[in-house]
Each structure stands twice: as C-alpha cells, then as structure tokens.
C-alpha cells in the first residue's frame, strides 16, 4: 500500500470459478468430460503398478517362488501397465487436446458475442478495452484457463486419489511420516501462492503493456499504415516505442521470475531435506531387520510418490490458481452489466416509409471520468421527413450528439424522444432498427458487395440490393465484374476480391443505408476524405434519394449542407443558432463568419487554377 496503488483481491475464489467451468463442460461436452474422468484413475494405476512391481518380484525370488510363478507374476503385472498405458496415451493425446479446445472456442465464442452485443459504451471506454483484453487471457491458447483447466483438474483429481493411495501406504511406517511431509508441501505451497498473489496484482499493468505492445508492432505492418510509414519515415520513431514499453515488459517479467526462482529454490532445499530423513529411517529399518528388501522398495517408492503426488498437487493448484485468475477476469468481462434494455418488449412502431419526429429535451452528456459536459443543454425537434445539417469546428460536439440519438449512449440527463416515445425504456437493438447511419470510418464486410449492402449472408432481396446499388451510382461499376454483385471484397481473405476507391466505397455506404430503409438516415462526415465538389455532389444524391425520410447531416463543411431545411451551429456543446442557411447568413453569427472563411479559401484556390473540376 506504501506505492500508493490499491491491492486488488480476485472476485471468485478456485472452487467458485471450479463450480462456473465444470456445469459448462458438461453442458457442452458430456462425452469428452467422461472421458476425461476416466483418466483419473489411470493417473493412480500407472505409478502405483510401479512401485508394487519390484515388491512383487523380489519377495517372489526371497520367498524361493518358482520360475513359472515369477512369470506369472510379470505377465500380470506387464498386461495392467500396457492396457493402461495404451488408455491413458489414447485420453491424453487423442482426446484431451480436441476436448479443451472445444471447451476454449465455446468460451470464446460467448466472449465474442459479448463483444459485439453489450452497450457500445461498455467497450469504447478504456476501462471497457482493458477488461476485454484481461478476459482474453483466458482464451489465449493451450496453455490458458479456458482450455488448460481441463487436464488441470483431471490432473489434480487423480493427484488427491493417488496422494489418498500412497498415504495409507506411508502411514504403515511411521506415523510421523505423513504429517512431516505435509508440513514440507505446505511450505512450499505457501510459497507459491505468494508469488501467485504479486503476480495477480502486476496483472493490469502488464495487460495494458501488452495492448501497447501490439500496437507498435502491428501498426507498422499494416497496409493502410505503410504510406505514412515510407514517407515520413517514422518506423525507428515507433521502434524507439516499442523499446521503451518492452524494457517495461521485461522488468515486470524479470521480477515475476526472480519470484519463481525463489520458490523452486526453496522447494529443492526443502525436498532434499525431506528425502533423506525418510531414506535414513528406510534403511535403518532394513538394517534392523523390521521391513524386508521387497517392503523396502515399495516403501522407497510410496515416499517418493507420496511427496510428487503433493508436488503435483501443489503445481496444479497454482495451475488452477492462475487459470481461476484469468476466469476471474473472464467473468468481470462476461458479466459486465449492460445499462440499456434490451427485452425487444418496448419498441417504437413506425409505418414503412414514415419520417419520425425527434424531440432532444434538456440533453446534457459526459464521458465517463471527463472533467465537464460534452453536450450542455440541447433542446430542439426534428420534424417529421425534415433535412437536418449539424455543423461546427471539430470538437463541438456533432458526432456525441449522433451517437446519443442512435442509442449508443443515453443522456446523462434530460430525454431524447422518438414520435413522443423515450428512447431510455425502448429495447436496445429494436431501436437500432430505426437508423441507417453512414459514418466517416469505412467499414465493410470482407464478403461479397451484395452481402455488404444487404448486411445479411443469404436472407436478402437481389433486385433490391440492385436497385440500391442504381441509385447510388454503383451499379455501372459492380455489373463491371465478372461476379457482378456476387464480387468478393478484402483480398486479405479472398484472393479474387476487387478493390474499389474512396468514392465508390461512400457509393456502397450509400446503397447499404438504402437498402436497410430506416426511417432516420444519418451521415457522421462520411465524405470527409473527398474534395469538397464532390462532398457537395454526394450530399445532393443522399438528399434526393432519402426523401420521405428524417434525415440528418454532419459536415464542417457549410457548403455542402446547404439544401437541407435547417441548420444548427454547434459551439462548445450547445446549439448557438439554428434556421435555413439563408437565415443564418442574414445573421451574420459565427456559421457565416465560419462560412465566409471558408467560402474564401476555396474562391481562391479557383482563381489560382487549383478548380477541383481540373483534376
């Protein structure tokens, strides 16, 4: 506490997290979990035949036993370990592995449909980012808890069986054996469990060197990345990065290792000590003539045994330690609560082809842990099929006021209302349905076009996916290819894919945004990487072809937004003017000051020659 950071304790405890993982295994692998158990046994079986072997066949020759009956013996004893054997490698290699990996890809599989269905302000805060990358240390390979707690707990199952076995052995020697070893393994455990405890409260720190980690290097080896990195040469910038953020890496894992090496030294200390007081008891009794030669191997044997079986216990509890670690982690994740209904109850009914009324009632909104409001104090409706713009310098708030009227966040005070209905109490993903936004980023499905426009695999309409891709001036260029709509895109995934330009992107945007026919069509500056002629040119088709609809328009460019049938100005938050871009200019505020400007440069550029229509 002395560094001032808090000492986080893991909210479910082994057995807890034991008692989430173990139903799911049942529930989705019967077959492979009683597979698994069966080879509880054989972890006990194998070994115990070891060391009853060499006692069989040296009180066989001492007791003056026959040639036939040693044979006998052997062969007894050689069929047990073979058919065992040939089971457990059949359990441990043949089925082990496949049933851990479908226990890891059914845990993944609910990871990632958390990821993709919680409220999109749960995972765009850094809070959000951290928790889901903490959870996926749970899914990361063989080795993580949501595999790997398998053979664990089969392992430590037929750990405490065997310790069970050989104890009952030991304890025919010497009743002091058994509680003298415990007290060895508990020392050591205790060990290890410290080291488990640092290791748990560096786990944040490390995670978050991790996401940066990942950053730098696989930004630089991305194709979108490589202009910039070619041309303003800022590869060593990010290589200098990475080598400060590994250097802190390396001394978290430098100091988790020393801990270790710490444990394992302590433990050789300890087992040394251990060995050769029950070893000196062992031949004294020999010696005396208490045991006889056959008793003195199979007791050699169950002392060793009986200290690896706590030795492997001890592994396997700090196995399942670690893994109930990233379970924890895994759980915080899957279990993070989502603040939006989402029954599909409460809905709001609009009529196809019916413009909606929005209604911002004293909406104010923060992000979480800023130190002021983004949005202060919007009170406006948006009537029925009305052509809305938002403009502003960046930063005023225009994207924020988007993301509240989609429901990706709410209000932190005050109401938006859908034809007089509260967003707050409608079903989450039914109020999706009312929006066909476009926003600036780009993204698309790496599928076919027809899959992209449609936004659906195989449910979809062909003539209606055509009929998008006519009215947003793509048709021409999709009949183009040999797989018409059918073309694939991305060619990280499909060799065939086609590449299409920035413009032709926004044209497919376009298509998917009609073809979906929500009742609120939106545009986030989706045409911000075009010249401002053909930002203008595009804002114009998405005006007619969205008639009879709600539409709203984000630009910095005031030029572009001029045909719709309002305007309004953000600054810092708030609307500070509103009306026809006519009104406005009469105004003379700061849209026509802003629009002045800008007028003025591109006045300039013409007179220049620079005309966009030149190029």
Known sequence: MGNGKV????????????????????????KGMLTGLCRIPLVVVIPLMGILLPKAVLDCVTEGGSLARLAAVLSVFIFILCVCHMVDKYITHGQIFAIG?????????????????????????SKGQLQKEKAREFLRGSDSGGE??????????????????????????????????????????????????????????????????????????????????????????????????????SRLTGKNE?????????????????????YFLLIKMVL??????????????????????????AHQTGNLSRFSMECCDYR??????????????????????????????????????????????????????????????????KTTCIKLLCGLYHPTSGRILINGKDMAVCSRDEYYRLFSVVFQEINFLPFSIAQNVSASETDFDRDEVQKCLEQAGLWDKVKGFPKGMDTMLNRTLNEDAEELSGGEWQKLLLARALYKKGPVIILDE??????PIAENELYHKYGELTKGRTSLYISHRLASTRFCDRIFFLENGSVTEMGSHEELMARNGSYAYMYEIQSHYYKKKLERGEGYEKR
């Open 7 to 30: 000492k986080k304790k893991p909210k479910y405890s082994v057995l807890q997290n034991l008692a989430y993982v173990l139903p799911r295994w049942w529930k989705w692998d019967k």
């Open 101 to 125: 990996l479908k226990n890891r890809m059914n845990y993944l599989y609910i990871w990632a449909e958390k990821v993709f269905t919680t409220d999109y302000s749960n995972i765009e805060q």
């Open 148 to 249: 790997a707690v398998i053979s664990s707990f089969v392992g430590i199952s037929g750990d405490i069986l065997g310790l069970l076995v050989y104890a009952g052995i030991v304890a025919s020697l010497h009743p002091l054996i058994i509680p003298f070893l415990l007290i060895i393994a508990a020392l050591i455990f205790a060990a290890g469990q410290a080291v488990r405890r640092l290791e748990y409260r560096i786990r944040d720190e490390s995670t978050a060197l991790n996401q940066k980690l990942y950053y730098l290097f696989y930004t630089p080896t991305d194709f979108a990345a490589g202009k910039d990195f070619r041309l303003f040469r800022i590869g060593d910038w990010f290589g200098e990065l990475f080598s400060v953020f590994l250097s802190e890496k």
């Open 258 to 278: 020393f801990w270790w090496f710490a444990v394992n030294a302590l433990q050789g200390i300890l087992s040394f000590a251990r060995d050769g007081i029950c």
């Open 288 to 313: 005396e003539g208490r045991i006889t030669a056959g008793d003195f191997t199979m007791y050699f044997g169950a002392v060793a045994g009986f200290s690896v079986w706590l030795n492997d216990i």
């Open 332 to 397: 915080e994740f899957i279990e993070m609560p989502d603040m939006y209904v989402n029954d599909g109850k409460q809905t709001i009914t609009v009529e196809e082809g019916s413009p909606v009324e929005i209604c911002f009632e004293h909406v104010y909104f923060r992000y979480p842990d800023a130190q002021k409001d983004t949005l202060c104090d919007l009170n406006f409706i948006i009537k029925p099929g009305e052509k809305l713009a938002l403009v502003g310098l960046n930063g005023a708030g």
């Open 526 to 531: 989706p045409t911000a990487a075009l010249d």
